[in-house]
């Protein structure tokens, strides 16, 4: 076991010693700040998809360009084997995945973004017009077409037509909200 780590190069020089960064969480990633630092070192992951929970692994890590997402344990297995015998893929994301996740969540990126957020809600007389602001600003509603994209890639077994549905739910901040509360209501019955 390796004690806590607060220095900056040191978890670099552990991340970049990987030959992958095996990811299995039950609940998945609300956002998967360990997945960025993973990539930002270059180093392949290996994740678990998880999509009807916190699902930023997904995102963060794409199917092929950060690594590999897998859809279940068998496909776990399958992905590590792959990284193990793939070079071309490792070397990919060892010389992209720096750029693809800096490009995508830096810091100046993501404040950009919350700021033409911001400035469009300030600035918005009612919900159609900051919604035609969000569009021109690029930050409109989640892109279905891209929900079904990403849910469809990883390896291991394609997700049933509930599973699609529920997915593509939760990408509705109106249905997720819900969702949210649901859960945390059955949460507090159980106790």
């Keep these: 076991m390796v004690d806590a780590v607060d220095d900056d190069a040191r978890l670099s020089g552990f991340y970049s010693a990987m030959d992958a960064f095996l990811h299995l969480a039950e609940i998945g990633e609300s956002f998967g700040m360990v997945l960025c630092e993973a990539l930002l070192c270059g180093t392949p992951i290996i994740t678990l998809s998880t999509p009807l929970r916190d699902n930023s692994q997904l995102e963060v890590v794409g199917h092929e360009r950060g690594?590999?997402?897998?859809?279940?344990?068998?496909?776990?297995?399958?992905?590590?084997?792959?990284?193990?015998?793939?070079?071309?893929?490792?070397?990919?994301?060892?010389?992209?995945?720096?750029?693809w996740v800096a490009s995508r969540f830096a810091v100046d990126v993501v404040a950009?973004?919350?700021?033409?957020?911001?400035?469009?809600?300030?600035?918005?007389?009612d919900k159609a017009d900051l919604q035609r602001r969000l569009n021109a600003a690029g930050e409109g509603p989640p892109d279905l077409a891209w929900l079904n994209a990403i849910?469809?890639?990883?390896?291991?077994?394609?997700?049933?037509?509930?599973?699609?549905?529920?997915?593509?739910?939760?990408?509705?901040?109106?249905?997720?909200?819900?969702?949210?509360?649901?859960k945390t209501g059955l949460a507090g019955v159980r106790r």
């Design 67 to 99: 690594g590999l997402v897998a859809r279940d344990l068998e496909g776990v297995v399958d992905a590590m084997v792959r990284v193990q015998e793939d070079q071309a893929l490792r070397l990919r994301v060892r010389n992209e995945a720096p750029t």
């Design 112 to 125: 950009s973004s919350a700021i033409h957020i911001y400035e469009a809600l300030m600035a918005a007389a």
């Design 151 to 182: 849910q469809l890639d990883g390896l291991g077994a394609a997700p049933t037509a509930f599973q699609k549905v529920l997915f593509r739910l939760l990408h509705m901040p109106q249905f997720y909200s819900a969702y949210q509360l649901i």
